[in-house]
């Protein structure tokens, strides 16, 4: 359907522009910046904030451009004297209700109310400070979530987020008046809610009110403790995005800084979670074969389709919501978690160091991981597996602390062990990585063959579409694996917890064909995961997605079974996928928590 | 089942399980239960498919959908300007005086628990009170003792 031009004038400027673009949108067609708070652009209007208000000519009030279209013959000044002044007391008012302590707060240099209050040169106080003594005691409930009502502006995007990105609504509008906050159900605290830890609240949240719990001074502490060994597991997705930390473009690959800075901040060895990855798609894809083998030679009840367990802020949510379907997800531990277990064993005996003088710190795009370390479940060294876990923001903060120039800095490779990795491995990062990263290897193991999609990009499981599906013919198959022939693999991909929804809804009704599901519990995958650098949109999360995939093809090993570590740790440690010893450490299982 | 969740499931079937119905179900189930609990704000999300936080959000800001236990009789005395200015303190200090409860508090046997109201619409003849759903205009310390006194008499 093509649609009505509407003609109108910003800033005497005359532009034409789509019938319902809002007022904010055409301005920014013309490069015209109107200051924001509420509006997102992941996001439903809100217009609650009010500091986006322009002049129209003719109207009396100020209209918020942000949930404004345009009409034809309009004219709109963004910055005039009576929109300048109006602005000003806007923010003065948010002020008045907000705890203003910069100099202690976490987000102090990335907090959009401070940046508009610096815009505008903010200084006195022109209204009574209204900031409540009770709010101020900040929610640390949470490993992953801190909570301060004092901070909040109740512009409710982390309530937006929560419901309709994430379909869970945690966190919702409670109370009214002068009473009125962002709380949970009666009031408890974040640990006690739904709240999967995704953290997708937190990429939004445009002030300190949501932050992760950071944990910079326990790993810095670790890192001079000359009795700790302390080493360190970078994830996909931060060697894309810790470069935005230090003014790079998003998308920038940087993973070579980003190793020589780690080492430069005191790690005793710079190691990759993308081995645990390569590592992952041997036990998820053996297991898949096993499924599969297991409903169509034996006649089984298995759990089919399988899902794929890497996100935890996916198995939290499939916990909370769809409990009656824990048997489809796979076993598999995370790469994170798959990672800290083989560090205490296998790497602890290879550099001949005490597990228990070990610290394995992790570097995220995520702050349900987080939560996932200090699962009871995840102690498979007999010690906790992973000690802390950090998000790319906040190794970004150690790195400016540190003094290092990071732009500066010559690329550096990862130490070894545990430091080889593939292509197949970054594209964990991305929507759809696993998934091609597990058909690269299964349908060669099959067939004994590569897949059948030029220069191994299996093209139909990228892209930012919410829900993907694609299906592969398996045929020619080796003589072990006859009962494959001909099978067409049915897969799907969902990012987004709400996307996700759509699919386990169809599982449950029994309209799924798929083998095999890969879920994201972030928009985009851990890419725009929720300990990402801020801003986050999809124009970010598109150039991030471009980095992982450049970075794909520049490895010279690009699928999962041809990692050599990876054969080397079958060889001597694990025996198999899906043995013993990958049993007790790689392996886990889930538990049914309440959804109301 | 819980007598909350047949209380609930029934409503639901009455009223429908879309979220225009969470109202309805919501002062139905204040009405026989004089409060929401948090059982039965569990059970209305479960039932209408919502997050408790959104049933919980709705339910915080209506003042007479109460979320915290009350007594059989819940006074609500205006607090506005109008009712204010005609006496309103005087009329919570008297009943606080005669059962023993500050605002916001319920009586140790349950009976009756005091609080405020925002604008009853009837400031021509204020101060006024609500007991229940029972409207009393231009009441005085006199006649609330005398009011109250009755109530403490129904038992």
């Avoid at chain 1, 645990?276 to 759990?303: F, H, S």
Wanted: proline letters at 4%; one cysteine or more; hydrophobic letters at 35%.
């Amino acid at each position: 359907m093509s649609k009505y031009k509407v003609n109108l004038k910003i800033n005497n400027i005359p532009i034409s522009v789509d019938e319902g673009t809002t007022i904010l949108d055409a301005a920014r067609e013309l490069n015209f910046k109107i200051p924001t708070l509420c509006h997102h652009d992941d996001l439903c209007v809100a217009g609650n904030c009010r500091v986006c208000v322009v002049e129209q000519k003719g109207a009396r009030l100020l209209p918020a451009s942000c949930a404004t279209p345009v009409s034809e013959g309009m004219e709109i000044q963004t910055n005039s004297l009576k929109v300048r002044q109006a602005r000003k007391h806007i923010v003065e008012l948010l002020l008045s209700e907000h705890n203003a302590d910069c100099t202690k707060c976490f987000k102090s240099g990335y907090c959009e109310l401070q940046d508009m209050s610096n815009d505008y040169r903010i200084g006195d106080h022109v209204f009574l400070d209204l900031v409540k003594e009770e709010d101020k005691v900040v929610d640390i409930s949470s490993p992953s979530i801190e909570k301060d009502d004092s901070k909040c502006i109740r512009c409710q995007r982390c309530v937006r987020t929560c419901s309709s990105l994430q379909y869970v609504s945690a966190l919702a509008v409670t109370h009214k008046g002068n009473e009125m906050r962002i709380s949970t159900f009666m009031d408890k605290p974040m640990n006690d809610v739904v709240c999967t830890a995704c953290g997708q609240c937190i990429n939004r949240c445009p002030t300190a009110a949501l932050t992760e719990r950071n944990y910079i001074d326990e790993v810095f502490d670790a890192i001079y403790d000359p009795s700790k060994f302390v080493v360190v597991q970078t994830a996909p997705a931060t060697r894309v995005a810790i470069g935005e930390e230090f003014g790079m473009e998003p998308g920038s690959r940087v993973t070579g800084k980003m190793v020589a800075a780690l080492r430069r901040l005191g790690f005793d060895k710079v190691l990759d979670t993308d081995f645990t990855a390569d590592l992952t798609i041997m036990e998820e894809g053996t297991e898949l074969l096993v499924r599969l083998k297991d409903a169509l030679v034996e006649g089984k009840e298995v759990a089919l389709p399988m899902l794929t367990s890497c996100s935890p802020g996916w198995i939290k949510f499939q916990e909370h919501l769809y409990p009656d379907l824990l048997d489809n997800l796979s076993t598999c531990k995370s790469p994170q978690q798959m990672f800290g277990p083989l560090a205490k064993t296998y790497y602890a005996e290879k550099v001949n160091k005490n597990p228990a003088d070990m610290v394995v710190v992790s570097i995220m795009p995520c702050t349900a991981k987080k939560f996932e370390a200090e699962r009871p479940e995840m102690r498979g060294s007999g010690y906790k597996d992973v000690d802390y876990v950090l998000t790319t923001r906040e190794l970004g903060r150690m790195i400016h602390q540190a003094g290092i120039d990071f732009e500066k800095l010559e690329d550096e490779k990862y130490d070894s062990i545990l430091g080889e990795s593939t292509g197949a491995a970054v594209i964990f990062g991305s929507t759809g990585g696993v998934m091609e990263a597990a058909l690269r290897t299964a349908y060669e193991l099959v067939t004994g063959r590569e897949v059948p999609f030029t220069n191994l990009n299996i093209k139909p499981v990228r892209g930012m579409e919410g829900v993907k599906e694609a299906s592969v013919k398996i045929k020619d198959v080796k003589p072990e694996w006859s009962f494959l022939e001909g099978v067409e693999l049915n897969v799907a991909i969902a990012h987004g917890l709400a996307n996700a929804k759509i699919l386990m809804d169809k599982i449950r009704a029994g309209e799924a064909n798929h083998h095999f599901i890969e879920i994201m519990a972030c928009p985009s995958g851990c890419i725009g995961g929720g300990g990402q650098p801020m801003p986050t949109n999809m124009e970010i999360r598109k150039k991030r997605a471009a980095g992982i995939y450049e970075e794909d093809e520049a490895m010279t090993v690009r699928k999962s079974h041809e990692n050599p570590e990876v054969t080397e740790i079958y060889q001597s440690f694990l025996h198999e996928p899906l043995g013993h010893k990958s049993h007790d450490l790689l392996h886990t299982h889930y538990y049914p928590r309440k959804r109301h | 089942m819980t007598k909350i969740k047949e209380l609930v499931k029934e409503q639901a079937e009455k009223h429908g399980r879309a979220r225009t119905s969470l109202m309805p179900i919501l002062q139905e189930v204040v009405r026989s239960e004089n409060y929401l609990s948090e059982e039965a704000m569990e059970a209305i999300a479960e039932e209408l498919d919502l997050s408790t936080a959104d049933v919980f959000g709705t339910a915080s800001f209506y003042t007479f959908l109460d979320t915290v236990p009350r007594g059989k009789y819940v006074i609500r005395v205006c607090k506005t300007i109008t009712c204010h200015m005609k006496g309103k303190d005087e009329i919570i200090r008297t009943i606080s005086d005669m059962l023993k409860i500050k605002l916001g508090e319920t009586t140790t046997d349950k009976k009756f628990s005091l609080l405020q109201a925002n604008c009853l619409g009837w400031c021509h003849k204020g101060p006024v009170m609500l007991i229940n759903d029972e409207v009393y205009p231009e009441i005085t310390p006199e006649k609330v003792t005398e009011i109250v006194n009755q109530y403490l008499k129904k038992g």
